[in-house]
Structure formats: C-alpha cells, structure tokens
C-alpha cells in the first residue's frame, strides 16, 4: 500500500525536475525579454532556482531519500507554450507582458506543488523538511508578487500602447448606450448659483 511518504516524495521528485528545467530555460527567457526589468527579474529568478535545488538536496535528505527526479509533465507543458510565446510576438513588446504572465503560470505551479508538499512535510513530522519547503514557499510567492507589480508598473502598459492610435474627435460615431439620467448621479452642481453663500 502507498503511503503519504511515497506521495511526497513523489511530488518533491517532480519538484526537484521542474526546478531543474526552469533553471535551464531561465537564461533563454531572459535574453527574449527586450524589458530591462524584466530580464533582471528573470536573471534574479534563475539564481533562485539553483539556491531552491540546493534546498530540496536537504529536503530529499530530511526524508532520508536521495535526490531524484521525475519528468515534470506541467513544466514541459508550460515551458512549450512560453517557447511558442516567444516565437510568435517576437519583435514587439507585447512579448514582455507575455513573459511575464508566462513566468506567472509557472510561480503559480510552483506554489501550489510547494504548499502541499509543506503541509505533507508538517504531517509527517519532518520538522527541517517542513521549514525548508515553507521558506522556498515564500520565495515563490515574493517572486509571483514581484512579477505582477512589474506587469502592473510597466510590461503591461507598454504592451497596451503597441498599435495605439489616438481617435480623432468628431469623426467616430459612438454606439454605446447612452446612461440614463438619474438623480442618484447626476453631478453635484451644474447651476451656475453662487457656491459660497451671501451672509
Ligand atoms: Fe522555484
Ligand atoms: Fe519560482
């Protein structure tokens, strides 16, 4: 019968490969990425993989386990669709908000593999298991947040203003309904009566 310790070390096997292949296709996203922030982002981020595959060595040993691998399925997936990404907006900005939400899938896999495999950790009373899966835990949610304040700030707004033209006034007709007028929001003060009362 399989027991919550294989399943651990199971999923800390597919972890160990994700961690390898996201290392590896780090450098080949950052040199896409035409956003310098972006690039150090990425560049950043790689750097933490290798501390992170450092880390799990120590969770493999914490289970009294060897480090191993097993192909990480979603990672390839995920990775094949940012390759894609990368080849079809090359050349434009857009490529960065790309990028970005890419690396975001990723940090979100990530995530969720780590917070169950803490919570496993924690019920199999492996204490430095536990600790050292809570803090690469963290580091992937900082590095999540760290990417949608630079979509936020920067990626997704450039992309935005690719292709953006200004419309002329008076030439386009609008078609949206018009709002109804409503007390509730009309302005609050369209006479031209005094603001400040006489004394
Ligand atoms: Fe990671
Ligand atoms: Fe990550």
């Known amino acids: 019968?399989?027991?919550?310790?294989?399943?651990?070390?199971n999923e800390l096997a597919d972890m160990y490969d994700s961690e390898?292949?996201?290392?590896?296709?780090?450098?080949?996203l950052a040199e896409a990425a035409t956003c310098e922030k972006l690039k150090k982002a990425l560049t950043s981020h790689q750097k933490e993989s290798e501390g992170q595959i450092k880390h799990l060595d120590e969770v493999f040993a914490s289970a009294g386990a060897k480090p191993h691998g097993k192909t990480c399925d979603a990672t390839?997936?995920?990775?094949?669709?940012?390759?894609?990404?990368v080849a079809h907006f090359k050349g434009s900005p857009v490529?960065?908000?790309?990028?970005?939400?890419?690396?975001q899938k990723i940090e979100h896999y990530e995530i969720a593999s780590y917070g169950g495999?803490?919570?496993?950790?924690?019920?199999?009373g492996n204490?430095?298991?536990a600790e050292l899966l809570k803090n690469i835990l963290a580091e992937e949610k900082a590095a999540n947040d760290t990417?949608?304040?630079?979509?936020?700030?920067?990626?997704?707004?450039e992309a935005l203003a690719v292709g953006a033209t200004v419309p002329s006034v008076g030439t386009e007709k609008t078609t949206a309904p018009q709002p109804r007028p409503s007390m509730e929001?009309?302005?609050?003060?369209?006479?031209?009566?005094?603001?400040v009362a006489a004394h």
């Open 117 to 124: 495999l803490h919570e496993w950790a924690v019920l199999l």
């Open 95 to 103: 490529l960065n908000a790309a990028l970005v939400n890419a690396a």
């Open 147 to 157: 990417l949608t304040a630079l979509a936020r700030s920067t990626c997704n707004p």
């Open 1 to 9: 019968m399989k027991t919550l310790k294989d399943l651990f070390l």
């Open 185 to 195: 929001h009309a302005p609050k003060s369209t006479s031209k009566a005094p603001v």
């Open 76 to 85: 390839v997936g995920i990775l094949k669709e940012t390759h894609d990404l």
């Open 20 to 28: 390898h292949q996201i290392q590896r296709a780090l450098p080949k």
């Open 127 to 129: 204490k430095k298991g």
